[in-house]
């Protein structure tokens, strides 16, 4: 019972069968049909001119975030956010690009977080050119962002000249959640990406959607960055199925999280927040070492990541049955009813 992480999906068989039937060319050469229906089945999803299929999501905000923050200004982010913790420093590292932070508690993020944190006319102060929103949320428990305040801060950053990149790595659980369409979220962004191979279950890629000039410009610089791709239209083929099937059955993952929180619950209420949004569940270890619990859960079978030394997450996904999720959330609880709240 491996919950470490959605990316842990295995093409299915249908899968696999879409993959071995497609028509492939070289991409570089714009030469594959596949990779070809794919950014344009994504374009139209996200609500946008054109897509960029990426190797992968950091590659995509890395795109998304170069082709928006000009050159000497920032972007600002939550601190919780997957770009500043789990990338790399690569926005820095590759492309001299500096974050700022907000803080929420439960990754939800409103105009009220961001507005004071925005220098519009530089001077002496370092210009904001960009804001940067993750829906869902990874490192808070994939919190979702309303669309009510997403669109206030898109709104906002339309009337000052601040371009907007959505990194919408789990979008599609966000919009499957609250009933929303991909492209509610898309069309209000500069820039949006979507992981295909998170819950959408396909085994490589990211798009990154935006205007036709936008995505010019972003594949020009994925072949600099080593992501031009030949025959890449076996894995477009993963994708197409992914966003044809894939979508819907999102809501059995959240449920499965659901599942796996109430379990731990009932030892340790304290461990979990009140529900759940998505598929992720934030656990608290009060006070056991995550290392630890990670170690007694595996010695029953149950694989768990650590997020921080109080902290581990339980994903669900594609793999992972309903009745798992109840047995991996039993196991978690009979080792945290040992801790006690820190
Ligand atoms: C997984 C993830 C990404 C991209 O990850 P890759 O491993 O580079 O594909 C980006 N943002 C969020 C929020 C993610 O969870």
Same mark, same amino acid.
């Given at each position: 019972m491996d919950f470490r992480s959605d990316t842990l999906t295995q093409p299915t068989q249908a899968m696999r069968q879409a993959m071995a039937q497609a028509p492939v060319g070289d991409d570089v050469f714009s030469e594959d049909p596949t990779v070809r229906a794919l950014e344009d089945k994504g374009a139209e999803l996200l609500g946008h001119e054109a897509a960029l299929f990426c190797v992968s999501g950091s590659m995509a905000n890395m795109l998304g975030l170069w082709l928006n923050v000009d050159y000497g200004t920032e972007v600002l982010c939550d601190q919780k956010a997957h770009i500043v913790? !789990?990338?790399?420093g690569a926005h820095a590292a590759l492309h001299g690009i500096q974050t700022k932070s907000w803080t929420t508690d439960d990754g939800v993020s409103t105009l009220e977080d961001i507005e004071p944190l925005v220098s519009l006319t530089g001077g002496f102060l370092v210009r904001t050119s960009t804001v940067e929103i993750e829906n869902t949320m990874n490192f808070a428990s994939g919190a979702i962002q309303p669309l009510e305040n997403y669109t206030q801060i898109a709104k906002y950053c339309q009337d000052n000249d601040l371009r907007l990149h959505l990194d919408g790595a789990r979008l599609a659980n966000a919009c499957v959640a609250t009933q929303t369409s991909l492209a509610d979220y898309g069309k209000q962004a500069s820039t949006v990406s979507l992981c295909l =191979?998170? *819950?959408? *279950?396909? @085994?490589v890629g990211t798009l990154l959607a935006s205007t036709k000039a936008n995505i010019d410009q972003a594949r020009v610089q994925r072949k600099r960055l *080593? *992501?031009? /791709?030949?025959?890449a239209g076996i894995l477009a083929a993963a994708g197409i199925y992914a966003l044809d099937h894939h979508i819907k059955r999102l809501a059995e993952d959240h449920e499965g999280a659901s599942l796996f929180a109430d379990q731990v619950r009932v030892a340790a @209420? /304290? !461990?979990? +927040?009140? =529900?759940? @949004? +998505?598929n992720i569940v934030v656990i608290q270890t009060g006070s056991l070492d995550a290392d630890q619990v990670i170690l007694d859960v595996a010695q029953q079978g149950v694989k768990l990541t650590k997020l921080g030394p109080h902290i581990v997450r339980a994903v669900s996904y594609l793999g992972v049955s309903r009745e798992q999720c109840i047995e991996g959330g039993k196991v978690t609880a009979s080792v945290l009813g040992q801790a006690n709240p820190r």
């Open positions: 913790r !789990a990338e790399m =191979s998170k *819950g959408l *279950g396909a @085994p *080593g *992501g031009g /791709w030949r025959q @209420p /304290w !461990a979990v +927040t009140e =529900s759940i @949004p +998505t």
